[in-house]
């Protein structure tokens, strides 16, 4: 079992900067990757980016691509995103995930099926 939670969202104006962090507890050791998704309103929740855990390689969605930034710290057992230039449309609840163990072949991040832990999720809001 693997248990995450999100902080550190909050109001932002467009152009500015907000870090992110999601604390994971239990076998977070056994994760292939962690991702960021997020949710605006009246839309489906859609992939930001994942590291893998045991390495700390990180995928992005193209939108965010230059203007976000996964790292993990594998002591602490935390994921932080870290937004630069944010704009209206990043508007939304971000929420962390938590994949099972790698069990060989392609791995798709942007699979929400692929994770089994999720946080609550933690409100990101970017001002024009």
């Known amino acids: 079992q693997v248990q995450l939670v999100e902080s550190g969202g909050g109001l932002v104006q467009a152009g500015g900067s907000l870090s992110i962090s999601c604390a994971a507890s239990?076998?977070?050791?056994?994760?292939?990757?962690v991702a960021w998704f997020r949710q605006a309103p009246g839309k489906e929740r859609q992939y930001v980016g994942g590291?893998?855990?045991?390495?700390?390689?990180?995928d992005y969605r193209d939108s965010v691509k230059g203007r976000f930034t996964i790292s993990r710290d594998n002591v602490k057992n935390t994921v932080f995103l870290h937004m630069n230039n944010l704009k209206p449309e990043d508007t939304a609840v971000y929420y962390c995930?938590?994949?099972?163990?790698?069990?060989?072949?392609?791995?798709?991040?942007?699979?929400?099926?692929?994770?089994?832990?999720w946080g609550r999720g933690t409100q990101v809001t970017v001002s024009s």
């Open positions: 995930a938590a994949s099972r163990p790698y069990s060989g072949g392609s791995f798709y991040y942007g699979g929400e099926d692929n994770y089994d832990y």
């Open positions: 239990g076998s977070i050791f056994n994760t292939f990757v």
């Open positions: 590291v893998r855990w045991s390495t700390g390689n990180a």
